[in-house]
């Protein structure tokens, strides 16, 4: 349980972004298919990634921690893992769905498992694709979610997949698509939802020497001839994180700056602190640093976050102390997340007083006074951190079980602690 500070205003905050944890997953992924041994600097050390890294290490692969980086050696696309494997991914979405298709890889079947909250989640779309291009998921309890086998050969070809789910299905057959027996071609019906996150997968993948075509986010071609190749790689920082003290900044008033950011970043949270500049905030980018500042008052907005799903919890926080009413648009896939965002944010907002309705894929937040509370984040490390920063502007919030925030934020907390009184 973790009571935050009690209410504040006009702060002056510096802050250093975490590592990013999109891009440390797969960055950690794309090194264990490579040829060679890669060193990785700046991963994020959380409790999904170390999921990751664990699973892979199951598989075979050689992992190597130092001070600051991470040495990863790579299998040039083949793990022999000595009989079935089961990798159990607790909680990590991100995990079980890119490994899916690396257990293509292993010459065993591999089995993918997690939690109660992971076999609720959806993963048939991706299990379809990789039928189509040679593999087998045998589904081991409900059809279309985990746990599954996996198995057969990554043959290649060409494969439909929806991603109105999720994109990590797409990113999955992308990351291992170098090392299929033929080039892999794949074609999406529908405009994928969280599409910057598919950049950030052929960003890396190109980084490492892999060829990959895209089409408007809506045809991707790799080519089975050019394979990952070892080399010394930079994480870089997380928006999805930094939004939170962005959002300290809005809430309370005063100013934030964010270091280690890329800018240009193709990480869709990118445009986080554009979102408050339009609310009334005055945003500044340095060579490496945002800062984002509140002097005024804050106004409503009308967004469409489906390219940045991470930080829509945290704008609904800034709309709640906003003068005028916010809606958000293209959000439907939030409820197949850690929990169901959509419900979840509007439930807790309104038992702290807020008027916030939400629908199949929008979420609209009118003002209201709102007083503090007890937040429950059934384990969703989101939910968590939103209403924490929540809580500086309003005072008396009280977080249940917040040590879900080490999921990918563990120092979450004490940087918090910083911006209090």
């Not at 694709?129 to 746990?147: C, H, M, N, R, W």
């Not at 999406?188 to 890396?204: A, E, G, Q, W």
């Not at 994180?241 to 700056?257: E, H, N, P």
Request: net charge negative; glycine share 10%; with cysteine.
């Amino acid at each position: 349980m973790i009571v935050t500070p009690s209410r504040v205003r006009g702060i002056d905050y510096r802050f250093t972004a975490p590592p990013s944890k999109s891009f440390t997953h797969r960055a950690m992924i794309i090194a264990a298919l490579a040829n060679g041994m890669s060193i990785l600097h700046n991963p994020l050390i959380a409790q999904d990634t170390e999921l990751t890294a664990r699973a892979l290490e199951a598989l075979g692969t050689r992992i190597h921690y130092e001070p600051g980086r991470v040495r990863i050696a790579g299998s040039g696309g083949h793990f022999s893992c000595g009989g079935e494997k089961t990798l159990d991914l607790q909680n990590s979405g991100t995990s079980l769905r890119l490994l899916t298709s690396l257990a293509l890889l292993c010459d065993q079947p591999v089995v993918l498992t997690g939690s109660a909250r992971m076999q609720e989640r959806p993963i048939g779309p991706l299990a379809d694709a990789i039928s189509s291009l040679g593999g087998t998921v045998e589904f081991l309890q409900k059809t279309g979610y985990p746990p599954v086998r996996v198995h057969a050969t990554l043959k290649g070809g060409t494969a439909t997949i929806d991603g109105t789910m999720s994109s990590q299905f797409i990113s999955s057959l992308l990351l291992v698509a170098p090392y299929a027996e033929q080039p892999v071609e794949l074609v999406l019906p529908n405009p994928p939802v969280s599409r910057s996150y598919l950049d950030v997968t052929v960003n890396i993948m190109r980084a490492f020497g892999a060829q990959v075509f895209e089409q408007d986010h809506r045809e991707y071609s790799v080519s089975n001839r050019q394979r990952y190749q070892a080399r010394t790689y930079e994480i870089e920082g997380d928006y999805s994180s930094a939004s939170y003290f962005f959002a300290i900044a809005a809430i309370c008033g005063g100013r934030v700056t964010v270091e280690n950011l890329r800018p240009g970043s193709v990480q869709g949270d990118h445009s986080f602190p554009g979102l408050l500049g339009a609310m009334g905030c005055t945003v500044q980018e340095g060579s490496d640093s945002i800062t984002v500042e509140r002097t005024g008052k804050l106004s409503g907005i009308e967004c469409d976050m489906s390219s940045s799903p991470d930080t829509v919890q945290t704008l609904c926080m800034v709309a709640a102390m906003a003068g005028t009413p916010t809606t958000i648009t293209g959000i439907s896939h939030l409820k197949f997340k850690e929990s169901d965002r959509i419900t979840g944010t509007a439930r807790l907002l309104n038992n702290l007083g807020g008027d916030v309705q939400a629908g199949a894929d929008t979420i609209t937040i009118n003002p209201s006074p709102l007083h503090g509370g007890t937040i429950d984040p059934v384990n969703d490390h989101r939910t968590a951190m939103s209403f924490a920063v929540l809580g500086l502007g309003i005072g008396g919030i009280t977080i249940e079980h917040a040590e879900c925030t080490n999921k990918s934020f563990p120092g979450f907390w004490d940087a918090l602690a910083g911006a209090g009184p």
